[in-house]
């Protein structure tokens, strides 16, 4: 009997003590909740962390200070003995702390994200060092808020020739103008594409030539390119020369400047 009167005692001070909390939070606007992207540091140098981590802010909000205080209040409850009481409580915690779940109607309420988002809007096929380049934006805070951006499917990810282009997810491009503007953005796959268009018979040991690059490496791009179905080999005796795919001539004629921005 006088272990759970004591047990009571200890939770009605434990009540008391939030609701005073409460009352003194109505009269604090905000708080301040930031969240950070940790990523490992290879250094083992004075001064670092044991574990050696290294933490980024990401993004900073406010929220009302009631609902930072009612959080731990939830916290404070979770360590009581009454588990139904708290479990009735945690069902409302991510509610009550002001936590806000990402979607794709808010995802674009973060200035970062916006900011990268416009940019891939503007410079389709563009990668993640010149995002990070144009933006300012580290790589690692980067690649947090790119991946929000592909999990609510804002942007899309196309990977060619070992390189990871982004694009505007439900945009106005096809797969084939998708395809194109990437390769349109490597140096070689571009003068080549360009070289064939002129529309002469040309093989291998003739782009190598005009484009100052061996030979080997003008290989290694045609058949990445032709995997592309974006120019097929014709036999000419010796020779394989090359064209353009008929569905792709007047695409890459069109092509406007900022396919071309690398």
């Not at 990402?102 to 916006?114: G, H, T």
């Not at 070992?162 to 503007?181: C, H, P, Q, W």
């Not at 032709?226 to 005796?237: C, F, H, L, S, V």
């Amino acid at each position: 009997m006088e272990q759970k009167t004591t047990t009571s005692i200890l939770s009605l001070t434990k009540a008391g003590s939030l609701l005073l909390l409460f009352i003194v939070a109505l009269h604090t606007p905000v708080a301040l909740a930031a969240e950070y992207y940790v990523t490992p540091s290879q250094s083992d140098g004075v001064g670092m962390s044991a574990t050696g981590e290294r933490g980024q802010e990401v993004e900073l909000i406010e929220i009302p200070y009631w609902r930072f205080v009612l959080l731990i209040g939830v916290a404070q409850i979770s360590s009581s003995p009454e588990f139904i009481l708290t479990f009735k409580y945690l069902r409302f915690a991510p509610v009550l702390g002001g936590v806000r779940r990402i979607n794709r109607s808010n995802v674009l309420n973060n200035s970062s994200r916006d900011t990268i988002f416009n940019i891939i809007r503007s410079v389709p096929g563009i990668h993640l060092n010149r995002i990070s380049k144009d933006t300012g934006i580290n790589l690692g805070t980067l690649r947090h808020h790119i991946d929000i951006l592909e999990n609510e499917k804002v942007i899309m990810a196309q990977r060619i020739n070992g390189k990871v282009r982004f694009f505007m997810n439900g945009s106005a491009y096809s797969d084939k103008e998708k395809t194109l503007i990437s390769l349109l953005k490597n140096d070689i796959d571009r003068k080549i594409i360009y070289e064939i268009l002129k529309g002469h018979p040309i093989n291998n040991n003739s782009l190598a030539e005009k484009l100052g690059v061996c030979a080997s490496t003008v290989s290694w791009h045609l058949k990445h390119i032709r995997e592309k179905e974006i120019i097929e080999m014709n036999k000419d005796g010796k020779n394989n020369n090359y064209n353009i795919c008929p569905d792709y001539y007047h695409l890459i004629e069109d092509a406007s400047d900022n396919w071309l921005e690398v």
